[in-house]
């Protein structure tokens, strides 16, 4: 069982990426899968959600129109599209999975955690 992030990257501010949360040894379906982002000195904090349940998908404020989390169910994984990107946006991404049937942002409840994927906004 095994949770993969990927598509970091450097991008200049204004710009666009794409990650990608892919799963091995289970189906995404069945769960909750939530993005979180560490930036250099700061606390890992929740930024989206798309729940296995019929409500959201759910964003932070900080990222809100600007970033969309969406499922690719034929390659059993979940994507996170960024848009106008921002320095404050760079940080160390991952992505996590929880049974729960509902979108949560407090960490213990994850089941399974991704390597985290370095996105860095620069010019």
């Known amino acids: 069982v095994q949770l993969q992030a990927s598509g970091g990257g450097l991008v200049q501010p204004g710009g666009s990426l794409s990650l990608s949360c892919n799963a091995s040894?289970?189906?995404?379906?069945?769960?909750?899968i939530a993005w979180f982002r560490q930036a250099p000195g700061r606390k890992r904090q929740w930024i989206s959600c798309?729940?296995?349940?019929?409500?959201?998908?759910f964003h932070a404020n900080s990222v809100k129109g600007r970033f969309t989390i969406f499922r690719d169910n034929t390659k059993n994984s979940v994507r996170l599209q960024m848009t106008r990107l921002k320095e404050d946006d760079t940080a160390v991404y991952y992505c996590?999975?929880?049974?729960?049937?509902?979108?949560?942002?407090?960490?213990?409840?994850?089941?399974?955690w991704g390597h985290g994927t370095l996105v860095t906004v620069s010019s």
């Open positions: 996590a999975a929880t049974t729960l049937e509902y979108c949560v942002v407090e960490e213990d409840v994850y089941d399974y």
């Open positions: 040894g289970f189906n995404l379906e069945d769960y909750s």
């Open positions: 798309t729940s296995n349940g019929n409500v959201g998908p």
